[in-house]
T-cell receptor
């Protein structure tokens, strides 16, 4: 399977803890995106990378959120000092050239108790 | 700010009939539009796209229409099948930043 892979699929954590999610994109794709989706809403853009460069961050991405993509391959999204409002589905997507579709993973569902 | 608006949260259609999903956008810098389909517990799956220089694109049962002057897109599914029951997202792209609408839940009934 050469699709986008996200781990873990589910994460339950207590408020105040740090969590880290991983995304492995389709290998030949140089663009990588993170989105967040809450119930009844469409995915909200968080950030994206062109190779290892983080090109844009949404204002939704507070200082507690950080994303990396070392060597332009896999990416990690870390949330520090989690809050209940961080509970959501975190989706990763990768893409090839401009004006081509993004391919999504199945997401990591985060529950903060 | 919601740059992509899907004003119908749900749509029920009979199997074999046409499903028409509508989408309006406000960002005139969008140059590429897409529709995605999403089943529960899965990520969105790409369906069909259209460049802003075109007004129609067709792929099998799916056709997307773009009216730039009205800032309006629509997705037609003909004929609708039970497996089409899912949430459909309209997406606009400007400079690699893909903005999603809130989605329309489609239910195809026998």
């Amino acid at each position: 399977d050469t699709g986008v892979s996200q781990n873990p699929r589910h994460k339950i954590t207590k408020r105040g803890q740090n969590v880290t999610f991983r995304c492995d994109p389709i290998s030949e794709h140089n663009r990588l995106y993170w989105y967040r989706q809450t119930l009844g809403q469409g995915p909200e853009f968080l950030t994206y990378f062109q190779n290892e460069a983080q090109l844009e961050k949404s204002r939704l991405l507070s200082d507690r959120f950080s994303a990396e993509r070392p060597k332009g391959s896999f990416s990690t999204l870390e949330i520090q000092r989690t809050e209940q409002g961080d509970s959501a589905m975190y989706l990763c997507a990768s893409g090839d050239t401009a004006n081509s579709p993004l391919h999504f993973g199945n997401g990591t569902r985060l529950t903060v108790t | 700010d919601q740059q992509v608006k899907q004003n119908s949260p749900s749509l029920s259609v009979q199997e074999g009939r046409i499903s028409i999903l509508n989408c309006d956008y406000t960002n005139s810098m969008f140059d590429y539009f897409l529709w995605y389909k999403k089943y529960p517990a899965e990520g969105p799956t790409f369906l069909i796209s259209i460049s802003s220089i075109k007004d129609k694109n067709e792929d099998g049962r799916f056709t997307v229409f773009l009216n730039k002057s009205a800032k309006h897109l629509s997705l037609h599914i003909v004929p609708s099948q039970p497996g089409d029951s899912a949430v459909y997202f309209c997406v606009g792209d400007s400079w690699g930043k893909f903005q999603f609408g809130a989605g329309t839940q489609v239910v195809v009934t026998p």
